[in-house]
């Protein structure tokens, strides 16, 4: 059992080289073992190309040795045409006898239906090694399928003393509380991500472009929330480097919850995750509303005397860092 545990988290490690260019396909890792060894791995290419397991089965140079070899992959394989044709076909056309499944595949495509063909192929299946470690690292893809929104993750910086922005400044630019290393991991992260999420407030207030300059990464698509029509035409956002998406009083009803409203279009435009970036009133209406999964929050070393003050969040934390003069904190909701 431990040499299948060790099998699959290197699936999961290798399944992360997928982060940022899968979505909405899940990042999947697989491996092929013969005798002990490693022959063969992969993981799932960006949207449209390969899945893992296809990409693992053509990285083995003798294939005669995959009927006499062990399979694992992080998720089910699927077992419908989509852009691509079905994991598990190929799987049985190779004759690969062995099939070790970190988690079952929620999306109901699939769900069961990849094992039940690889079964009734005659092909030994095991489901469930390290199920939460592959779970965890699905949980965009979960998330999207079984709560039919995308993985929420909410992003702030506030000063030591509890501030997100001033309450006046002289420019219509960012002002900074974090430090350039700090920036350039909020720029990997919106790399990581199908999209951002901002209100009209940021946009008027600072002109965020919301890409990814600083990292070498593709740009977020950017979501934009504006009730009052009022964000000026020639802002960053409109520059033509990323997709824009912007939610007004045509889209929802701002006069009921907009968090559950905004999730629904973004589940109908196929977007399994979002950073939601500010100000304090958009991310404090997800918050209300309890549509977060994860909150990444800044603390700098400045002050500001007055301001606005930084949302306030119940969650547990996971994870602490410390970036030179700057710490940050992962919370997870509950």
């Avoid at 890792?29 to 949207?47: F, L, M, P, Q, R």
């Avoid at 690292?137 to 003393?161: C, D, G, M, Q, V």
């Avoid at 306030?312 to 904190?329: E, S």
Wanted: hydrophobic content about 35%; overall charge positive.
């Amino acid at each position: 059992m431990q040499i299948h545990k060790n099998y699959i988290q290197r699936c999961i490690d290798i399944a992360k080289n997928g982060l940022g260019f899968t979505a909405p396909n899940p990042m999947v890792g697989a491996v092929i073992v013969y005798n002990n060894k490693i022959i063969g791995e992969g993981y799932t290419s960006a949207y449209g190309g390969n899945h893992a397991e296809v990409n693992a089965i053509n990285s083995v140079k003798d294939k005669s040795l995959l009927k006499e070899s062990t399979l694992y992959v992080t998720l089910e394989p699927c077992s419908h045409h989509g852009k691509t044709p079905p994991c598990s076909d190929l799987i049985v056309k190779n004759k690969i006898p062995n099939v070790v499944i970190g988690c079952v595949d929620d999306n109901p495509e699939v769900s069961g239906k990849g094992i039940k063909r690889l079964k009734k192929s005659g092909c030994n299946v095991i489901v469930g090694i390290l199920e939460n470690e592959c779970k965890t690292h699905h949980k965009r893809f979960f998330t999207f399928h079984n709560k039919k929104r995308p993985y929420i993750i909410l992003k702030w910086a506030e000063t030591s003393n509890g501030y997100i922005s001033p309450k006046h400044k002289d420019e219509q630019k960012p002002v900074w509380i974090t430090n350039t290393y700090s920036r350039q991991l909020v720029h990997k992260w919106r790399a990581e991500e199908q999209a951002i999420l901002v209100g009209t407030n940021t946009v008027v207030a600072d002109n965020p472009s919301l890409t990814t300059r600083d990292y070498t990464g593709k740009n977020p698509i950017r979501v934009v929330i504006d009730n009052t029509n009022r964000l000026p035409k020639n802002a960053s956002i409109f520059d033509n480097t990323a997709e824009t998406i912007v939610i007004s009083k045509e889209d929802i009803d701002f006069n009921q919850p907009i968090a559950s409203q905004i999730c629904t279009i973004l589940y109908q435009k196929n977007i399994n995750s979002i950073i939601i970036e500010g100000g304090a009133q958009t991310l404090q209406t997800f918050i209300n509303e309890n549509l977060w999964d994860e909150a990444r929050i800044f603390k700098g070393s400045n002050n500001f005397k007055n301001g606005t003050k930084a949302p306030i969040l119940k969650g547990t934390l996971i994870q602490n860092h410390k970036i030179q003069n700057d710490t940050f904190n992962i919370l997870v909701n509950d």
